[in-house]
């Protein structure tokens, strides 16, 4: 077949340029991304090996190569593991196959961090073109294991690359760099030389569990040890750093280390991560979630979502079981009782892990919420089995704190408070201008203000904390002590009261007086268990077609309007001006929680018709 000359993808193309012009500093880690590429190749060819028995392959010597030539100044990165077909070379390096690539772009061109570029290229996993920031050319000769071709792929980063088959290439894949002149200005080091390529190796990838062969030097240059297995007293916090790296595609040091060995029935030893950043993918549906599963040293898969709950998916790392079959399959490990057990065991060492955190330093912990809180929150609805330590972990803001916790809230609750308040909200600020709250803040009751989409769920699923009953604002009747409403006023209002149910009907289930207002005329709230506005709104969003929740219209008996609106509808209870009235009253109270209009033509006509009348 002769060698075709091929676009790369758009995207591609500007990211290419992007790296030519060296967006960050740190050149060196182009060799730790090629070294990570060929590591995978050999653990897939290993497992690969021992599940299809047809595959005639030699495994008896895996390895990576490095060969420099001083002379051409070419560094070579070769392994013999899966190798690439035509078809993987077009689609993993002339495609950034990945969702959110003009994401990408667009943050990498905001940012003038270069730790931040470093996370970034990192998060999204596209390594490979790292090497343009070092070489001129790269070329590639690759062959996938139980193929007969292979694969020649050159390009200098531009806009184009070329292919060819090849009758005979070996099997595994060989990444040639054609390195650009050494210049210290700009952090471009020789990469052709010796003691250069060593200490890179040394510092990012002594733990790969493949021997890294440098020239034809038969000893390796990496130690070779999977960090999981050693005593924690002998790794060093650098080491567990670099391999959090290699194993999460992160550019910056993990928040924390958590590497525990369990014994008995079923063995295993887990090195797990709690990164310091949030990924880009946290809240993407296809985001990676999971951690690595190996069996006694054997890579089996990335990502194994068996092991680590949905709500922790931000947790790296590596699983490393002794008595699994290699030949598992994702559908059996959900159903595997050893690994659900490991699972359950994980779960508890991390929620362990924040909660010392948490309790011995406050500002790494301030630091784990703001950027993993809210997919922590999620456990409240996936996680009974550890709703208390979830709730122990939580931290929400309140009208009296910009963080707290609910132990500490409970600590300053008024002496006779029997519930715990809150609040959900779009916002913060609609949250603490809303009428709910007035009668509340005027007796100096602290409530719990939970903004996030994810609050609006799990508040109903969560019924106390510490035998204090969490209670909404907005919903069912408040017990403030001595505000409840005299008998002989009820009665006064009594008339109006049943006046409005009837001419609101179509909007509301009840109208009634209140003494959660103070200086507000009319709010809305909801029965006990009524689905919240704001969760229904999520829910039609979503597409599900819900029925129209009727709410309650709670009237403040001391306001002008409704004591004006009472003595109006004693006068003449059949004026269509009354009628509009109850009707602006009504809209009022919806706007004021952040509610939507069934007309606002109607309602803005019929108000502006009223204030010209008061001029």
């Not at 690759?142 to 184009?160: I, L, P, V």
């Not at 609040?423 to 203000?449: C, D, N, Q, W």
């Not at 009837?502 to 007086?513: E, N």
């Amino acid at each position: 077949m002769s060698r075709e000359t091929l676009e790369f993808q758009a995207e591609t193309r500007q990211l290419l340029q992007l790296m030519v012009h060296s967006i960050y500093s740190n050149k060196d880690i182009f060799l730790r991304e090629l070294i990570s590429n060929a590591s995978d190749a050999l653990d897939k060819l290993r497992l690969e090996s021992l599940i299809n028995k047809e595959l005639q392959v030699d495994t008896d010597d895996l390895h990576i190569e490095l060969e420099i030539d001083q002379d051409k100044r070419t560094l070579t990165v070769r392994d013999n593991g899966i190798g690439m077909s035509h078809e993987d070379v077009v689609s993993l390096i002339g495609t950034i196959a990945k969702s959110g690539t003009a994401e990408l772009l667009r943050k990498l061109r905001e940012t003038q961090d270069a730790g931040a570029s470093q996370e970034l290229i990192g998060q999204f996993g596209v390594g490979f073109y790292s090497t343009f920031m070092v070489a001129d050319r790269v070329t590639l000769v690759t062959r996938k294991a139980g193929e007969s071709q292979g694969t020649f792929w050159e390009s200098s980063g531009e806009g184009t690359y070329e292919i060819e088959t090849l009758d005979e290439a070996p099997q595994g894949t060989s990444v040639t760099l054609h390195l650009k002149p050494e210049d210290s200005e700009d952090q471009l080091f020789d990469y052709a030389a010796d003691w250069k390529i060593r200490e890179i190796v040394k510092r990012y990838s002594d733990f790969i569990a493949w021997p890294i062969r440098l020239g034809d030097s038969a000893d390796p240059v990496n130690s070779m040890k999977a960090l999981w297995a050693r005593p924690r007293s002998e790794v060093s916090d650098a080491e567990y750093h670099e391999f959090y790296k290699h194993v999460s595609h992160d550019w910056t040091d993990p928040l924390e280390t958590i590497h525990m060995k369990a014994e008995g029935t079923f063995e295993y030893e887990a090195l797990l991560f709690v990164p310091a950043r949030a990924p880009f993918d946290l809240f993407t549906r296809d985001g990676k979630r999971g951690v690595q599963l190996y069996v006694k040293r054997v890579f089996i898969m990335d990502d194994c979502e068996a092991l680590i709950p949905q709500y922790l998916r931000f947790v790296k790392g590596v699983v490393d079981a002794h008595d699994l079959s290699l030949n598992i399959s994702r559908e059996i490990l959900q159903q595997d009782r050893q690994i659900q057990a490991v699972r359950r065991r994980l779960v508890k060492k991390v929620l362990g892990t924040l909660k010392d955190i948490k309790t011995n330093d406050a500002e790494k912990y301030g630091t784990f919420w703001t950027e993993f809180g809210r997919p922590l929150k999620e456990g409240l609805l996936e996680d009974a089995e550890n709703q208390d330590t979830l709730l122990e972990l939580l931290r929400v803001t309140s009208t009296a704190a910009e963080s707290t916790t609910l132990a500490e809230y409970v600590g300053r609750m008024k002496d006779g408070q029997k519930d715990i308040y809150y609040m959900t909200g779009e916002s913060r600020a609609m949250v603490e201008k809303s009428p709910h709250l007035e009668a509340f803040l005027a007796k100096g009751y602290e409530v719990l203000i939970l903004t996030d989409p994810v609050d609006e769920v799990w508040v109903e699923r969560v019924t106390e904390f510490e035998g204090k009953p969490l209670q909404s604002v907005a919903k069912g009747k408040v017990d403030l002590g001595e505000s409840e409403i005299p008998e002989e006023q009820a009665a006064d209002f009594a008339p109006l009261l049943s006046w409005l149910g009837t001419r609101l009907a179509d909007d509301v289930k009840d109208v009634r007086l209140t003494s959660r207002l103070t200086t507000s005329a009319a709010c809305i709230v909801g029965d006990e268990h009524d689905i919240t506005p704001t969760l229904e709104k999520m829910y039609r969003a979503m597409g599900q077609e819900l029925p129209h929740t009727k709410r309650i219209l709670e009237l403040n008996p001391a306001h002008p309007l409704v004591t004006g609106l009472r003595t109006a509808h004693t006068a003449d209870a059949s004026s269509e001006k009354l009628g509009e009235t109850a009707e602006l009253l009504y809209g009022l109270a919806l706007l004021a929680e952040g509610g939507d209009l069934a007309d606002p033509a109607r309602f803005t006509r019929v108000l502006a018709d009223r204030l010209a009348t008061t001029l």
